[in-house]
Protein backbone atom coordinates (compact mmCIF):
# COMPACT_ATOMS: atom_id res chain seq x y z
CA UNK A 1 0.00 0.00 0.00
CA UNK A 2 1.34 3.35 -1.01
CA UNK A 3 1.87 5.87 1.89
CA UNK A 4 -0.48 8.18 0.70
CA UNK A 5 -3.45 5.64 1.23
CA UNK A 6 -1.89 4.37 4.21
CA UNK A 7 -2.28 8.39 5.74
CA UNK A 8 -6.00 7.82 4.16
CA UNK A 9 -6.50 4.73 5.61
CA UNK A 10 -5.92 6.17 9.21
CA UNK A 11 -9.10 6.58 11.30
CA UNK A 12 -10.18 10.45 11.64
CA UNK A 13 -10.22 11.71 15.33
CA UNK A 14 -13.55 13.51 16.40
CA UNK A 15 -13.60 17.00 16.07
CA UNK A 16 -13.73 18.87 18.94
CA UNK A 17 -17.08 20.84 18.85
CA UNK A 18 -17.00 25.02 18.69
CA UNK A 19 -18.07 26.12 22.27
CA UNK A 20 -21.53 28.06 21.52
CA UNK A 21 -21.69 31.90 21.59
CA UNK A 22 -22.93 32.16 24.79
CA UNK A 23 -24.90 35.46 23.50
CA UNK A 24 -26.40 33.23 20.89
CA UNK A 25 -27.09 30.47 23.38
CA UNK A 26 -28.77 32.64 26.24
CA UNK A 27 -31.23 34.95 23.55
CA UNK A 28 -32.31 30.96 22.67
CA UNK A 29 -32.71 30.11 25.79
CA UNK A 30 -35.05 33.34 26.73
CA UNK A 31 -36.94 32.72 23.53
CA UNK A 32 -37.62 28.79 24.58
CA UNK A 33 -38.32 29.34 28.30
CA UNK A 34 -39.52 32.47 28.58
CA UNK A 35 -41.23 34.01 25.38
CA UNK A 36 -41.48 37.45 24.73
CA UNK A 37 -39.99 38.64 27.87
CA UNK A 38 -37.73 41.39 27.03
CA UNK A 39 -41.09 42.96 25.15
CA UNK A 40 -43.02 42.78 28.11
CA UNK A 41 -40.77 43.96 29.93
CA UNK A 42 -40.15 46.99 27.78
CA UNK A 43 -44.84 47.60 27.64
CA UNK A 44 -44.55 47.05 31.18
CA UNK A 45 -42.06 49.68 32.14
CA UNK A 46 -43.87 51.99 28.83
CA UNK A 47 -47.12 51.83 30.86
CA UNK A 48 -45.35 53.22 33.93
CA UNK A 49 -42.61 55.66 32.88
CA UNK A 50 -43.90 56.51 29.18
CA UNK A 51 -41.88 55.90 25.53
CA UNK A 52 -39.12 58.27 25.95
CA UNK A 53 -38.12 59.91 22.77
CA UNK A 54 -34.21 60.72 21.44
CA UNK A 55 -32.89 63.91 21.23
CA UNK A 56 -29.19 64.56 21.74
CA UNK A 57 -28.53 66.82 24.60
CA UNK A 58 -24.79 67.83 24.14
CA UNK A 59 -22.03 67.94 21.71
CA UNK A 60 -20.13 64.54 21.78
CA UNK A 61 -17.00 65.55 23.38
CA UNK A 62 -19.34 67.67 26.28
CA UNK A 63 -21.35 64.29 26.75
CA UNK A 64 -17.99 62.38 26.91
CA UNK A 65 -16.04 64.18 29.58
CA UNK A 66 -19.60 64.32 31.99
CA UNK A 67 -20.35 60.68 31.35
CA UNK A 68 -16.59 60.03 32.93
CA UNK A 69 -17.47 62.53 35.45
CA UNK A 70 -20.24 60.69 36.41
CA UNK A 71 -17.87 57.26 37.01
CA UNK A 72 -18.79 55.87 40.74
CA UNK A 73 -20.26 59.12 41.35
CA UNK A 74 -23.83 60.45 41.77
CA UNK A 75 -25.07 62.22 38.88
CA UNK A 76 -25.66 65.76 41.00
CA UNK A 77 -21.85 65.70 41.77
CA UNK A 78 -20.93 65.05 38.25
CA UNK A 79 -22.98 68.52 37.55
CA UNK A 80 -20.87 70.05 39.43
CA UNK A 81 -17.68 69.48 38.05
CA UNK A 82 -19.14 69.87 34.57
CA UNK A 83 -20.38 73.31 35.53
CA UNK A 84 -16.68 73.97 37.15
CA UNK A 85 -15.34 72.42 34.05
CA UNK A 86 -16.50 75.32 31.74
CA UNK A 87 -16.55 78.17 34.33
CA UNK A 88 -12.62 77.64 34.89
CA UNK A 89 -11.82 77.07 31.29
CA UNK A 90 -14.41 79.13 29.39
CA UNK A 91 -14.34 79.15 25.62
CA UNK A 92 -16.39 81.98 24.86
CA UNK A 93 -19.05 79.98 22.97
CA UNK A 94 -22.78 80.17 22.73
CA UNK A 95 -24.09 79.12 25.98
CA UNK A 96 -27.25 76.47 25.79
CA UNK A 97 -29.67 75.95 28.31
CA UNK A 98 -29.69 71.77 27.98
CA UNK A 99 -32.10 69.83 29.40
CA UNK A 100 -30.55 65.85 30.32
CA UNK A 101 -33.46 64.33 30.37
CA UNK A 102 -35.85 61.16 31.84
CA UNK A 103 -33.33 58.71 33.54
CA UNK A 104 -30.62 61.68 34.53
CA UNK A 105 -30.36 61.36 38.14
CA UNK A 106 -29.27 65.17 39.20
CA UNK A 107 -30.65 68.43 38.86
CA UNK A 108 -29.74 69.48 35.91
CA UNK A 109 -26.40 71.54 34.61
CA UNK A 110 -25.78 75.27 33.95
CA UNK A 111 -26.30 76.97 30.65
CA UNK A 112 -23.30 77.50 29.66
CA UNK A 113 -20.52 77.27 27.17
CA UNK A 114 -18.45 73.94 26.04
CA UNK A 115 -14.91 74.52 27.78
CA UNK A 116 -12.19 75.41 25.92
CA UNK A 117 -11.11 71.90 25.43
CA UNK A 118 -7.23 73.11 24.53
CA UNK A 119 -6.92 74.47 27.33
CA UNK A 120 -8.21 71.69 29.64
CA UNK A 121 -6.26 69.18 27.55
CA UNK A 122 -2.86 71.27 28.93
CA UNK A 123 -4.09 72.70 32.41
CA UNK A 124 -1.56 71.04 34.83
CA UNK A 125 -2.72 68.46 36.09
CA UNK A 126 -3.06 69.21 39.38
CA UNK A 127 -5.01 72.05 38.72
CA UNK A 128 -7.58 70.22 36.70
CA UNK A 129 -7.83 67.86 40.00
CA UNK A 130 -8.95 70.93 41.94
CA UNK A 131 -11.39 71.90 39.49
CA UNK A 132 -13.78 68.52 39.29
CA UNK A 133 -12.71 67.37 42.69
CA UNK A 134 -16.42 68.03 42.86
CA UNK A 135 -17.58 64.84 41.16
CA UNK A 136 -15.71 62.75 42.76
CA UNK A 137 -12.48 60.38 42.17
CA UNK A 138 -10.99 63.55 40.33
CA UNK A 139 -7.37 61.95 40.40
CA UNK A 140 -8.98 59.12 38.08
CA UNK A 141 -10.71 60.97 36.22
CA UNK A 142 -8.75 64.66 35.27
CA UNK A 143 -5.79 62.02 33.53
CA UNK A 144 -8.85 60.23 31.83
CA UNK A 145 -10.30 63.40 30.00
CA UNK A 146 -6.83 65.09 28.81
CA UNK A 147 -5.89 61.17 27.24
CA UNK A 148 -9.74 61.39 25.71
CA UNK A 149 -9.12 64.89 24.27
CA UNK A 150 -5.29 64.28 23.27
CA UNK A 151 -6.41 61.16 21.51
CA UNK A 152 -8.76 63.51 19.25
CA UNK A 153 -6.12 66.09 18.72
CA UNK A 154 -3.55 63.57 17.53
CA UNK A 155 -6.18 61.50 15.36
CA UNK A 156 -8.25 64.03 14.32
CA UNK A 157 -6.48 67.43 14.34
CA UNK A 158 -9.07 68.86 16.36
CA UNK A 159 -11.86 68.00 19.39
CA UNK A 160 -14.69 67.28 18.04
CA UNK A 161 -15.84 63.66 17.96
CA UNK A 162 -18.72 64.32 15.15
CA UNK A 163 -16.97 61.81 12.81
CA UNK A 164 -18.08 58.74 15.12
CA UNK A 165 -21.56 59.42 13.87
CA UNK A 166 -20.38 58.12 10.64
CA UNK A 167 -19.01 54.76 11.73
CA UNK A 168 -20.95 51.47 12.09
CA UNK A 169 -21.54 51.69 15.90
CA UNK A 170 -19.15 48.37 17.40
CA UNK A 171 -16.30 50.32 15.15
CA UNK A 172 -16.65 53.48 17.17
CA UNK A 173 -17.66 51.78 20.35
CA UNK A 174 -14.09 49.96 20.15
CA UNK A 175 -12.60 53.83 18.84
CA UNK A 176 -13.68 54.81 22.32
CA UNK A 177 -12.65 52.18 24.31
CA UNK A 178 -9.04 51.86 23.24
CA UNK A 179 -8.79 55.19 25.27
CA UNK A 180 -7.57 54.42 28.89
CA UNK A 181 -10.59 54.48 31.19
CA UNK A 182 -13.64 54.23 28.93
CA UNK A 183 -15.10 50.80 29.33
CA UNK A 184 -18.02 50.08 27.52
CA UNK A 185 -20.59 51.76 29.29
CA UNK A 186 -19.12 55.50 28.83
CA UNK A 187 -19.09 54.54 25.21
CA UNK A 188 -22.64 53.45 24.84
CA UNK A 189 -23.75 56.76 26.70
CA UNK A 190 -22.06 58.79 24.16
CA UNK A 191 -22.72 57.26 21.00
CA UNK A 192 -26.58 56.56 21.97
CA UNK A 193 -27.39 59.79 23.71
CA UNK A 194 -25.46 61.65 21.01
CA UNK A 195 -26.52 59.93 17.47
CA UNK A 196 -28.78 57.47 18.46
CA UNK A 197 -26.91 54.49 17.69
CA UNK A 198 -28.11 51.06 18.42
CA UNK A 199 -25.98 50.47 21.99
CA UNK A 200 -27.33 49.16 25.19
CA UNK A 201 -25.43 51.54 28.32
CA UNK A 202 -25.62 49.06 31.49
CA UNK A 203 -25.22 50.91 34.75
CA UNK A 204 -25.85 49.54 37.83
CA UNK A 205 -29.40 50.22 38.03
CA UNK A 206 -29.47 48.42 34.77
CA UNK A 207 -27.50 45.70 35.27
CA UNK A 208 -29.61 45.15 38.94
CA UNK A 209 -33.06 45.36 37.18
CA UNK A 210 -31.79 43.38 34.58
CA UNK A 211 -30.49 40.12 36.67
CA UNK A 212 -33.51 40.23 39.32
CA UNK A 213 -35.96 40.52 36.40
CA UNK A 214 -34.24 37.83 34.40
CA UNK A 215 -33.46 39.68 31.18
CA UNK A 216 -29.45 38.18 31.31
CA UNK A 217 -28.01 35.46 33.52
CA UNK A 218 -27.17 36.13 37.34
CA UNK A 219 -23.64 35.75 36.82
CA UNK A 220 -23.01 38.26 33.85
CA UNK A 221 -20.44 40.64 33.92
CA UNK A 222 -21.37 44.58 32.89
CA UNK A 223 -19.56 43.64 29.74
CA UNK A 224 -21.32 40.10 29.10
CA UNK A 225 -24.51 42.31 29.23
CA UNK A 226 -23.44 45.25 26.99
CA UNK A 227 -23.19 42.00 24.53
CA UNK A 228 -26.38 40.19 25.23
CA UNK A 229 -28.77 43.05 24.90
CA UNK A 230 -27.65 43.68 21.47
CA UNK A 231 -29.19 40.28 20.89
CA UNK A 232 -31.96 40.89 22.95
CA UNK A 233 -33.55 44.09 21.95
CA UNK A 234 -34.13 45.56 18.46
CA UNK A 235 -31.62 48.72 17.37
CA UNK A 236 -35.14 51.15 17.75
CA UNK A 237 -35.63 49.54 21.74
CA UNK A 238 -32.12 50.34 23.10
CA UNK A 239 -32.80 53.95 23.89
CA UNK A 240 -36.43 53.04 25.45
CA UNK A 241 -34.54 50.28 27.53
CA UNK A 242 -32.14 52.17 28.96
CA UNK A 243 -33.70 54.87 30.33
CA UNK A 244 -36.58 52.86 31.07
CA UNK A 245 -34.57 50.35 33.01
CA UNK A 246 -32.86 52.98 35.10
CA UNK A 247 -36.08 55.38 35.84
CA UNK A 248 -37.55 51.73 36.96
CA UNK A 249 -34.04 51.10 39.30
CA UNK A 250 -34.05 54.67 40.43
CA UNK A 251 -37.90 54.50 41.44
CA UNK A 252 -38.94 51.08 42.06
CA UNK A 253 -36.03 48.45 42.18
CA UNK A 254 -34.16 49.93 44.47
CA UNK A 255 -31.19 48.09 45.35
CA UNK A 256 -32.97 47.66 49.06
CA UNK A 257 -36.21 47.36 49.54
CA UNK A 258 -37.59 47.14 46.52
CA UNK A 259 -41.38 48.34 46.30
CA UNK A 260 -42.79 44.94 44.95
CA UNK A 261 -46.20 45.89 45.28
CA UNK A 262 -46.13 48.99 42.91
CA UNK A 263 -43.82 47.19 39.97
CA UNK A 264 -44.95 47.16 36.65
CA UNK A 265 -43.53 44.24 35.81
CA UNK A 266 -44.07 41.70 38.95
CA UNK A 267 -45.75 38.60 36.98
CA UNK A 268 -42.86 38.02 34.89
CA UNK A 269 -39.90 39.10 37.31
CA UNK A 270 -38.05 36.34 38.73
CA UNK A 271 -36.77 38.37 41.98
CA UNK A 272 -40.39 38.69 42.89
CA UNK A 273 -40.94 34.73 41.67
CA UNK A 274 -38.61 32.54 40.84
CA UNK A 275 -40.94 30.64 38.60
CA UNK A 276 -42.33 33.87 36.52
CA UNK A 277 -43.00 32.76 32.84
Known amino acids: MSPARRASARPVGRRKRAKP??????????ARYRPNLARDVLDGLA?????????RRLDPMSELVLTILTQNSADVNAEKAFDALRLAYPSGGEASDTELGAGWG???????????????????????????????????KAPR??????RAREERGEYSLEFLGDLPALEARAWLTAIDGI?????????L??????????????????????????????????????????????????????????????????????????????FIDPKAP
Open 106 to 140: GTGIAALAPPDWAAVEFAPLDELIDVIRPGGLAPQ
Open 47 to 55: GAYGRPIWQ
Open 21 to 30: DPVTAWSRRL
Open 145 to 150: IQACLR
Open 193 to 270: FCFGMPLMPVDRHVERVSKRIGLIPPKASADDAHELFLALLEPDEMYEGHVNLIQHGRRICHARNPAHEICPVADRCR
Open 183 to 191: GRKTASIVL
